[in-house]
């Protein structure tokens, strides 16, 4: 399956008009109303980030973009096939996505993805209200998702044989002495080190964190700045990551997942890449332990 980025993501809101503030104030986005819900623009796209009202507040759908209709179709006729459960998109979905035709499958541990192919826009300039000159997305797509995967290897070689991701590489997280998660990194059509990583538990938002990447550290200190003024939880102080050298902080969203704003992600060359386990999240920084506190951890060793 051909998936080049991905394209948006859609979270459930019980109150939308949190996600408007949130998006605006906090993130640098620009928010608008869309038929059945909430857009947060950050560039020339009608949304790259979808708000549904829903019964919770949680994340909802990854969409990932085929480049034209042929690969779409292709798409679905390999899901056919392959005998994969799939769903098509209700016209209220497709119209609040922007897109000319979607389907959806879950995936073994439950999570939601969406293929889906064309975008709708006018086209209008992004204007930032915070004043984020741009965000990094294009062919590199919006960012990346870590998932909950309780099953991580049927989810893996799920997303690997019939969404045809590749594993970029991967980590053995340890919160706590006697806690061993592995992380997998996954990759699509483009040189985003990652635009998804596999996350072996169960959290109950529907996502461990979202990443948006602007262009500059000065963005990210001064969103760093809009974090504070805001009142919004700090999850993770300033650091650099190990695997894909993103400089970075965390904070919790409205969503009950954090967000992570970075900049200088580095782009693969898939052909000359080899596969590696890193033994540290991060080259520098990048303290949990200021938004992952003592209870949270002893419960953890508890469940252990």
Excluded at 7 to 17: K, S
Excluded at 31 to 46: Q, S
Excluded at 225 to 236: K, N
Aim: net charge negative.
């Amino acid at each position: 399956m051909d998936i080049a980025a991905l394209g948006y993501v859609v979270v459930q809101a019980r109150d939308p008009e949190q996600w408007r503030h949130f998006g605006q104030d906090v993130l640098g986005m620009a928010a608008h109303d869309l038929p059945g819900g909430l857009g947060l623009k950050m560039d020339e796209r009608a949304g790259r980030v979808f708000i549904a009202p829903g019964a919770a507040d949680c994340y909802f759908a990854s969409g990932w973009e085929l480049r034209s209709e042929a690969a779409f179709k292709a798409a679905c006729d390999q899901l056919k096939s392959s005998g994969i459960v799939f769903h098509a998109g209700t016209a209220a979905e497709i119209a609040l996505r922007h897109v000319f035709d979607m389907v959806w499958l879950l995936d073994p541990s439950g999570n939601r993805h969406e293929l889906a192919w064309g975008y709708q826009t006018d086209f209008a300039r992004f204007v930032s209200p915070a004043g984020v000159p741009r965000f990094v997305t294009g062919e590199l797509g919006l960012g990346h998702m870590v998932l909950p995967a309780p099953r991580i290897a049927a989810t893996r070689t799920f997303l690997m044989e019939v969404l045809g991701f590749g594993l970029s590489d991967i980590l053995i997280h340890r919160p706590v002495p006697g806690i061993a998660q592995r992380i997998d990194f996954m990759h699509c059509g483009n040189g985003r080190h990652h635009s998804l990583a596999l996350f072996e538990g169960e959290v109950p938002s529907g996502c461990v964190h979202l990443m948006f990447e602007v262009d500059s550290l000065d963005e990210v200190g001064r969103a760093y700045d809009r974090m504070l003024a805001s009142g919004v939880r700090l999850m993770a102080t300033l650091g650099k990551h190990a695997n894909d050298h993103m400089t970075s902080f965390y904070f919790m969203s409205p969503g009950g997942f954090a967000i992570e704003y970075g900049f200088g992600g580095r782009t693969i060359d898939w052909d000359h890449h080899t596969v590696f386990e890193s033994t540290s999240v991060s080259l520098w920084g990048h303290d949990f332990s200021v938004g992952f506190g003592a209870d949270e951890q002893a419960a953890l060793a508890d469940a252990a």
